[in-house]
């Protein structure tokens, strides 16, 4: 029924963000519908209701987001296995064998095990229209080409409509080669026998409005809520992939969450229309893309011209050969394989080449469902393992000083990483292959530059840091650390000198370290650091900086542990 009620087509173009996607009855949502309603109709007809109505509350709530989580090498590999998926179930009818799988590896298997009943008249009709179609693709390509020119050069000659007309003619490859199959088809018929397989009788008339679904829903609701939450999910999934897909292929904008609003308001209404759960469908997509359709607007016609075939076109439907529209499902799908993406990325990001051929792996084996979350938990991983080890540069300055560079935020996952790199230049005498001219560690500096984050957790380990420099008598730094992160240090007790650059840093601590005398630390950081209008609090005595000499505080500087706070 959901073929034979467009009102996904209908419903789309005021609901939908891309202009390619096409809204139907898909492999994969019947399958899951089929597991689910057990046979009852009326309950796979209220499943599409309650699904519809999960998936605009989701699009309300802007869950659109979740689609970033798909990276552009998953959403590469996808795309490629979904059309190679595509392609692979329709080779059965290009090849006239009629049982004939649509998984993958089911596919591979009947490749070896169903060549002998290959029909050698479905096989020359499905390549004589691969053949045609490309003809006719070229021609379109060609025309454009020649048709811009002589308009830019001559204007609008004669032999510019004559390419404009050329332009339309391959742009209708489509529906031609279907036609023309199908008159052939119907001259071959002889004594009621067909040389192809072909699209045989179709019912005639479309499906009556119908309240059903708030019966069944009555009766069925516990079930009906659960089951109709993992249908909206997968279909979600489905749809919003697709439409992610096509919307970079063809380089425009869409809106995630309001197509989670869009297919959901196609469900709903097809509820009323006796349509079971529809989603985006790939392989309609590609016809539509390559089709060369400009807006949502499409979608009407498509409607309309289910409409009118249903009601009084069906008869010219029986003699279609099922091996001609193999044919144009096969040569729509395969412009979206793309093997240069991952060769590309593999020159800049190795990584972003193994993510490919996981998500292609993944969704070509396992399915578009299922491959899709296997991609998209391998991204995960891979986002939590660079945060886990984040990347640390740690320098010896010379003179006893350590410059450690930071370059990610700190957060519960990365702080502890950071903190063994710096213990580790804390502790260097015990690690002395990583520095080779220092001769005790006095400063260590962190370069908190390009710090974007820094988490409760971070901050905790920060303070165990200071206090572990402060127990050793090391001098602890830090470079560019915004000024709200200060004021978070400061808060749990925490106050560690900040300066505007490392060189600046650097140049102080050495100067520290020149004087020979612990008690210069004090001194140095007084002199150099950039707090202006701010009091110095040093064991408990308030000095203010315009009015104090450092050197006075040379007495005060008995022991190698003092507390120095900086107000602002």
Same mark, same amino acid.
């Given at each position: 029924?959901?073929?034979?009620?467009?009102?996904? #087509?209908?419903?789309?173009?005021?609901?939908?963000?891309?202009?390619?996607?096409? *809204?139907?009855?898909?492999?994969?949502?019947?399958?899951?519908?089929?597991?689910?309603?057990?046979?009852?109709?009326?309950?796979?007809?209220?499943?599409?209701?309650?699904?519809?109505?999960?998936?605009?509350?989701?699009?309300?709530?802007?869950?659109?987001?979740?689609?970033?989580?798909?990276?552009?090498?998953?959403?590469?590999?996808?795309?490629?296995?979904?059309?190679?998926?595509?392609?692979?179930?329709?080779?059965?009818?290009?090849?006239?064998?009629?049982?004939?799988?649509?998984?993958?590896?089911?596919?591979?298997?009947?490749?070896?095990?169903?060549?002998?009943?290959?029909?050698?008249?479905?096989?020359?009709?499905?390549?004589?229209?691969?053949?045609?179609?490309?003809?006719?693709?070229?021609?379109?390509?060609?025309?454009?080409?020649?048709?811009?020119?002589?308009?830019?050069?001559?204007?609008?000659?004669?032999?510019?409509?004559?390419?404009?007309?050329?332009?339309?003619?391959?742009?209708?490859?489509?529906? &031609?080669?279907?036609?023309?199959?199908? &008159?052939?088809?119907?001259?071959?018929?002889?004594?009621?026998?067909?040389?192809?397989?072909?699209?045989?009788?179709?019912?005639?008339?479309?499906?009556?409005?119908?309240?059903?679904?708030?019966?069944?829903?009555?009766?069925?609701?516990?079930?009906?809520?659960?089951?109709?939450?993992?249908?909206?999910?997968?279909?979600?999934?489905?749809?919003?992939?697709?439409?992610?897909?096509?919307?970079?292929?063809?380089?425009?904008?869409?809106?995630?969450?309001?197509?989670?609003?869009?297919?959901?308001?196609?469900?709903?209404?097809?509820?009323?229309?006796?349509?079971?759960?529809?989603?985006?469908?790939?392989?309609?997509?590609?016809?539509?893309?390559?089709?060369? *359709?400009?807006?949502?607007?499409?979608?009407?016609?498509?409607?309309?011209?289910?409409?009118?075939?249903?009601?009084?076109?069906?008869?010219?439907? =029986?003699?279609?050969?099922?091996?001609?529209?193999?044919?144009? &499902?096969?040569?729509?799908?395969?412009?979206?394989?793309?093997?240069? &993406?991952?060769?590309?990325?593999?020159?800049?990001?190795?990584?972003?080449?193994?993510?490919?051929?996981?998500?292609? @792996?993944?969704?070509?084996?396992?399915?578009?469902?299922?491959?899709?979350?296997?991609?998209?938990?391998?991204?995960?991983?891979?986002?939590?393992?660079?945060?886990?080890?984040?990347?640390?540069?740690?320098?010896?300055?010379?003179?006893?000083?350590?410059?450690?560079?930071?370059?990610?935020?700190?957060?519960? %996952?990365?702080?502890?990483?950071?903190?063994?790199?710096?213990?580790?230049?804390? =502790?260097?005498?015990?690690?002395?292959?990583?520095?080779?001219?220092?001769?005790?560690?006095?400063?260590?500096?962190?370069?908190?530059?390009?710090?974007?984050?820094?988490?409760? @957790?971070?901050?905790?380990?920060?303070?165990?840091?200071?206090?572990?420099?402060?127990?050793?008598?090391?001098?602890?730094?830090?470079?560019?650390? %915004? =000024?709200?992160?200060?004021?978070?240090?400061?808060?749990?007790?925490?106050?560690?000198?900040?300066?505007?650059?490392?060189?600046?840093?650097?140049?102080?601590?050495?100067?520290?370290? #020149?004087?020979?005398?612990?008690?210069?630390?004090?001194?140095?950081?007084? %002199?150099?650091?950039?707090?202006?209008?701010?009091?110095?609090? =040093?064991?408990?005595?308030?000095?203010?900086?315009?009015?104090?000499?450092?050197?006075?505080?040379?007495?005060?500087?008995?022991?190698?542990?003092?507390?120095?706070?900086?107000?602002?």
């Amino acid at each position: 029924y959901p073929c034979k009620t467009p009102s996904g #087509a209908f419903t789309y173009i005021f609901f939908g963000t891309s202009k390619d996607v096409t *809204v139907g009855p898909t492999s994969i949502m019947s399958s899951l519908v089929a597991s689910t309603a057990n046979g009852n109709v009326y309950y796979a007809i209220c499943l599409s209701f309650v699904a519809g109505v999960y998936m605009v509350i989701l699009g309300m709530l802007e869950f659109g987001w979740v689609m970033w989580l798909l990276s552009y090498p998953t959403l590469s590999g996808f795309t490629s296995a979904a059309a190679i998926r595509i392609a692979a179930s329709e080779l059965g009818d290009l090849f006239g064998i009629s049982d004939w799988d649509s998984d993958f590896v089911d596919v591979v298997y009947d490749c070896f095990t169903k060549y002998n009943q290959i029909r050698w008249t479905d096989t020359v009709m499905g390549f004589t229209c691969l053949l045609i179609l490309l003809l006719l693709w070229l021609l379109q390509k060609l025309s454009a080409a020649k048709g811009l020119e002589e308009l830019q050069t001559q204007g609008q000659t004669w032999r510019f409509y004559v390419w404009r007309t050329l332009w339309y003619v391959g742009l209708m490859r489509n529906i &031609i080669v279907v036609v023309g199959a199908s &008159i052939v088809a119907y001259a071959l018929y002889i004594d009621d026998t067909h040389p192809f397989y072909i699209v045989g009788k179709i019912q005639a008339g479309l499906p009556g409005f119908s309240f059903i679904v708030f019966k069944t829903f009555e009766t069925q609701w516990s079930s009906l809520l659960i089951d109709g939450l993992i249908i909206a999910l997968i279909g979600l999934l489905e749809g919003l992939v697709i439409a992610q897909s096509f919307s970079k292929k063809n380089k425009y904008e869409i809106n995630q969450s309001q197509e989670m609003v869009a297919l959901g308001m196609c469900n709903i209404f097809g509820s009323f229309l006796w349509s079971y759960p529809v989603t985006g469908s790939f392989s309609r997509s590609s016809v539509n893309s390559e089709s060369g *359709v400009r807006t949502q607007f499409g979608g009407f016609w498509t409607g309309l011209l289910v409409v009118l075939c249903l009601l009084f076109l069906t008869s010219l439907f =029986y003699f279609i050969p099922l091996a001609a529209l193999a044919a144009v &499902i096969i040569f729509a799908v395969i412009f979206m394989i793309n093997f240069c &993406i991952p060769i590309e990325m593999w020159k800049s990001r190795k990584m972003g080449t193994v993510s490919w051929v996981v998500s292609f @792996t993944a969704v070509l084996l396992l399915g578009i469902e299922y491959g899709i979350c296997v991609a998209v938990v391998f991204d995960l991983i891979l986002v939590i393992a660079a945060n886990l080890h984040p990347t640390i540069h740690v320098h010896d300055m010379g003179d006893g000083i350590i410059l450690v560079e930071v370059d990610s935020g700190l957060n519960y %996952l990365s702080i502890n990483f950071v903190r063994t790199k710096v213990e580790e230049a804390l =502790y260097w005498e015990r690690k002395r292959f990583l520095f080779s001219h220092s001769s005790s560690v006095l400063a260590i500096v962190i370069d908190c530059s390009k710090l974007s984050e820094l988490d409760i @957790t971070a901050l905790e380990n920060l303070k165990c840091l200071w206090e572990d420099c402060k127990s050793e008598g090391v001098i602890l730094l830090t470079v560019g650390l %915004l =000024y709200e992160y200060q004021e978070d240090l400061e808060a749990i007790g925490v106050i560690i000198p900040n300066f505007n650059d490392s060189t600046e840093a650097v140049a102080s601590a050495k100067r520290v370290n #020149a004087r020979g005398k612990r008690s210069s630390m004090f001194n140095a950081l007084f %002199l150099d650091m950039n707090y202006d209008g701010c009091d110095i609090n =040093y064991d408990g005595m308030n000095y203010d900086r315009n009015e104090t000499d450092p050197s006075d505080l040379e007495p005060l500087l008995t022991s190698r542990n003092h507390d120095i706070r900086i107000f602002r």
